[in-house]
């Protein structure tokens, strides 16, 4: 790809480092997402698969494996995997959120039909299912079967949560892992054990990708309130006028006093907003200093994926590892 | 249950010979159904799981299991396994076919909302998934991702095939495997293979599964053309105003002429229906004879299910799985 010079951010560092692995990868996609009888799998697929994703957990997987001195092709498929099953989630996910626009293009549900999206989230599914039998691993297994389950149930709890003004930042924690942490997590965690590493490894690359999720997730959130919608291709206030309980709200509800809690009430949990609120609602915001609070979560969360990585050796990619981290939060710092 | 003595249709002598270990598989159905975090998910299931469904999948795998000798307990994983994974299915189907009932009761879909639909069903699935990593056998895993597989991508041929006049028998058989028979199969190949049953027996299990599945829906496909209501609980010709091509249409196309062509075409291709369609579609199924062509491929594959069973021991759930592949075609006898 020629970036080995010019890459500056980490993760086109880890691309360029993981170059000839990563085109492996891409290769074993195209090549499952191929139906024979149903040509309408890939059509659907490319565009998302294709769709100038940055294959971020995939590179977790094989620099989690590539550390740990693996020699082997099954990073590979567990590469894959992790990108079949991101994938299928994102399908899922636009059915859910009624959505019309990702990266910049239009929807596969928008494209197509909402049977598409949903069914062939599924089949992405189940060919992920496949590839990560190949590896032979039980262990890989139960660990993407643990990963599954916990996405499945933070985006039927993100559902059942939302609106609902009674969300702690417990719950917030528990579907930004749904969400977010929990294929992080799982897509270091594999690396380690394909790779047979010692269990402090094994456990240090699934703390850092759980807690490098977690940071992502809530820059994320944070920057609907406060980003530059140049950078992030959000507007401002997105969240608050689909009335997501994310964490800055959320910790302002908790700081709330009688008229707050109303306004949040009406808002949020009623629906009804009016010129102005959004306003109003930043100014909530600033007035408790979440936005503030919410940033040194983030942060706090970053250096604790940083520390994990203590337990892995010297090594190149430890290093990109660690500036990825930094760079995670930096459009927030 | 009390049905040993009063029982007489096959499913009901089966449900009674295996009672204690169809009580353990509803015990874990419930138990992993539970999500200590997102009651929604019971409440959705609930409805479905325990909707009166006959527990035939779980049945499958029980009674192959016990045929082949099984001593232990994974037979009860499988067994809520299967179920998992249909019930997932039939939560991805009504929001794909936008169904408003399912055995007689509003479906999920139309009681909670398509949202709760796609992401319960994800839950179930990744349920399904952790059960079956507990039975610690690569080769069931194996068999049940390549189920997956199968119906996830018949399920999307079939949306890809619907309306097409070129679909082929060929085309109809494979959907009609990734519909109904490839978790029948499935269900009844992982019985003999945790019972460790020896390679002609899985083999024959597999064949009687795949057999009695296509036989089951190819029964289903006929009886919306000349089912009675009041049995059947579905309106007669519902298949054609839905435009799907079931195996009676696609024979009777087969077999059209220049005007019977352009006659399809308008009422399935087009969708443009008029009063008196049904009735001209009836016609030429009869004209073609393919109503009772497609009777007798119901029948074929129902012998072929009983003679699959040829390979296995003798034994009373072998005369019941006979008796089974009978009931299934009895219908229309």
Known sequence: MGLDEAATKPHEQLAAHLTAKLDAVNELIRKRMASRHAPRIP????????????????????????????????????????????TATLLHDDVVDESAQRRGRPTANLLWDNKSSVLVGDYLF????????????????????????????GEVLQLTAARDLSTTEAI??????????????????????????????????????????????????????????????????????????????????????????????????KGDQRDGDLDHAMALLNAHDTLSQTRQDALAWAEKAKSALAAMPEHSLRTMLIDLADYVVARIS
């Open 43 to 86: 059509e659907v697929t490319a565009h998302l698969v294709e769709a100038g994703g940055k294959r971020l957990r995939p590179m977790l997987t094989l620099a989690a494996a590539d550390m740990c001195g693996y020699g082997g092709e099954f990073d590979v498929h567990l590469a894959a995997t992790v990108e079949f099953i991101h």
């Open 126 to 153: 189940s060919r992920a299912f496949q590839l990560m039998v190949e590896t032979g691993s039980l262990r890989v297994l139960d660990i993407l079967a643990n990963a599954s389950a916990t996405i499945a149930e």
């Open 172 to 269: 917030y924690l528990q579907i930004v892992r749904g969400k977010t942490a929990a294929l992080f997590s799982a897509a270091t965690e594999v690396g380690g054990v394909i790779a047979s590493a010692p269990e402090t490894q094994v456990r240090a690359l699934y703390e850092y990708g759980d807690a490098l999720g977690i940071a992502f997730q809530i820059v994320d959130d944070l920057l609907d309130y406060q980003g530059d919608m140049s950078v992030t291709g959000k507007n401002v206030g997105d969240d608050f006028r689909e009335r997501k309980l994310t964490l800055p709200v959320i910790k302002a509800i908790a700081a709330a006093d009688d008229d707050e809690r109303a306004f949040w009430r009406r808002t949020i949990e």
